[in-house]
């Protein structure tokens, strides 16, 4: 096996289902990226799961009366629904609130206290007289002291990104009842970022090379504008991993510190399942492994700054407190392919508008490809982009269909009706046949150097650029012609362009992966490209929760040009990928901003 890489997929927060801005943002490049690395034979794992505990869940739970427990395992049902249906094959997607990630994060936070990065401090925070308790992150809103937003929560501003100080936000009101709040003094304990600073740095400048310029400047950019400052890690919340100090009954960890935990104890949870309780330390020590984080612009001082901190942090102790006596330092992110936002029709997305496109309801009326098309092509890795119901419309029949959905059926009926359903003999080929085989086989090297930049789009961009290169050979070659008088050549250009397709099934593969699939199937091909998912219950001493798993073990497909031979059975074709009626565009913007059903 060749070197290990791990992709870590941003944690769904489970108070909202999820909408084409989420999946764009951070899942389904991340989905790509993992069936890229599978298909080059690497030891990949991509993690993830459901980010469960904080107060946006409790906030909403006391809305609906309901507990927390529900609102999470309501969400956490939705997401492994979606993700099924839409092929993103996390090799365990799991969740927070779970007995190994409890274990996992209070080590982590005992292993930062036994190196001496904590220190419990006294904090002011707001404190609700009416209700007679703390009001923690969430609970709090007011006006953001940096942009003015007045909206923003209390340690986050979703309108310019920044990290708050709860205690200088401007007008703060209680969410629960809208009264005023007051400051009151609690203990915390504190993260000394001040302290882990200096390697923090030293982490950066060594990826400042190749990190996007946006995920630069709220790291390295942020810490040389302003150094960093300890961070207060515990709340006063009984809905979440208790602090495993003496004396600190009724505080949790703080939401953001050990949710990124779960990158590491899904890893550990994963092994557990598959039977290698060992097997994770394959992804975070070994100096050859490579992490990918694919997160949201939102996210990016967690994931750039905080999380590779409490790694240098931790050291070797985490380990040492797991029992290993070869302990370990642990493998830094690599890198943190964060994306901008996706906007729908020219505005934000807002979910309690119904101002969004849900992932789930989406594909009740399209296919998943479709789908993972769109938010490629449109994906927002550079600037913020936008879905527009129109340019879906085009980009599926005038591409999709068009270049590439056509193009296989074409030369698939063809072959089927005219060569008794077999790869035709080509007898010897022209330079145009050969220059177009290799031009593809070329593509094999073109399209994996974007891969491995996380260039995703430009990636698919160059896929399909040599699906319209077998067209144009088509158009010169036109077997539809030539079978009448030469049906020699026209079985050579149907031999070439299906020796063609047969390697764009690959080169598409991560991006299309149920179309790919279904050709593969067409070119009459029995093992699959890719392996299976299923869902399973665990129980454990916190709660009863759902893992998603992908097996790997009948997957065959591999990064190479196919070598499909003549005389080889196709299977009866049949439409690849579906025209869509321009009347969708009317439908779909009528159901934008209505009320959810
Ligand atoms: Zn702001």
Known sequence: ?????????????????????????SYLPADIFARYHRLRGRQVL???????????????????????????????????????????????????????????SQKIFLALKQNGFLYPDR????????????????????????CGYTN???????????????????????????????????????????????????????????????????????????????????????????VPLEGWTGKCLY??????????SATIEWSEVNGQPDAWRTWWHDPNAKAYYFIGKDNIPFHAIIWPAELIGISTTFDELMGYKDAEPMVLPHDVPANEFMNLEGQKISGSRNWAVWGRDFLTRYDP????????????ETRDSDWDWNDFLHHNNDELVATW??????????????????????????????ELIKTIEDGFISVAQEMEAVRLRSALGEAMSLATE?????????????????????????YTAIQAIDSLKILLAPFLPFTSERLHNFLGYDAPLFGTQSTEVRKDSVAEHSVLRYHPETATGRWEPGKIEPGHLLRVPAPLIRKLEPKIVEEERARLGSKPA
């Not at 490809?369 to 927002?380: E, G, I, K, Q």
């Not at 059926?409 to 050969?434: C, I, M």
């Open 152 to 242: 923003a929560r209390s340690d986050q501003c979703d309108n310019c990104g920044n990290l708050l100080d709860p205690t200088l936000l401007i007008e703060p009101r209680s969410k629960i009842d809208g009264t005023k709040p007051e400051l009151r003094e609690t203990e915390h304990m504190f993260l000394d970022l001040g302290r882990l600073q200096p390697q923090v740095i030293d982490f950066l400048r060594l990826r400042e090379s190749f990190w996007r310029p946006n995920v630069l400047r709220q790291s390295l950019g942020q810490i040389q504008a302003e150094s960093l400052r300890g961070r207060a890690i515990t709340r006063d919340l009984d809905w979440g991993i208790p």
């Open 369 to 380: 490809d479709a789908l993972r098309y769109y938010l490629t092509v449109n994906m927002p």
């Open 470 to 494: 077998v067209n144009k050979y088509l158009e010169i070659t036109a077997p539809w012609q030539a079978i009448k008088t030469d049906r020699q050549a026209a079985g050579r250009a149907i």
């Open 123 to 146: 904090q002011l925070q707001w404190y609700s007289p009416s209700q007679k308790r703390f009001l923690p992150d969430r609970y709090v809103e007011g006006t953001c002291y940096i």
């Open 405 to 434: 959905g056509n193009l296989v059926n074409r030369v698939l009926s063809f072959a089927y009706k005219n060569f008794e359903g077999k790869v035709p003999e080509p007898g010897l080929l022209t330079d145009l046949d050969t």
């Open 46 to 104: 991509m993690v993830s799961g459901t980010d469960s505990h904080g107060t946006p869940i409790t906030v909403r739970a006391d809305a609906e009366k309901s507990s927390p427990l529900e609102v999470y395992q309501r969400f956490h049902a939705t997401f492994l629904d979606l993700f099924q249906k839409l092929g993103l094959t996390y090799d365990l997607f799991t969740s927070t609130h779970t007995a190994n990630h409890f274990n996992v």
């Open 1 to 25: 096996m060749s070197d290990p890489v791990l992709i870590a997929a941003a944690w769904p927060y489970a108070n909202a289902e999820i909408h084409v801005g989420n999946l764009t943002g």
């Open 255 to 264: 939401v953001w510190f050990e949710a990124v935990i779960g990158y590491l």
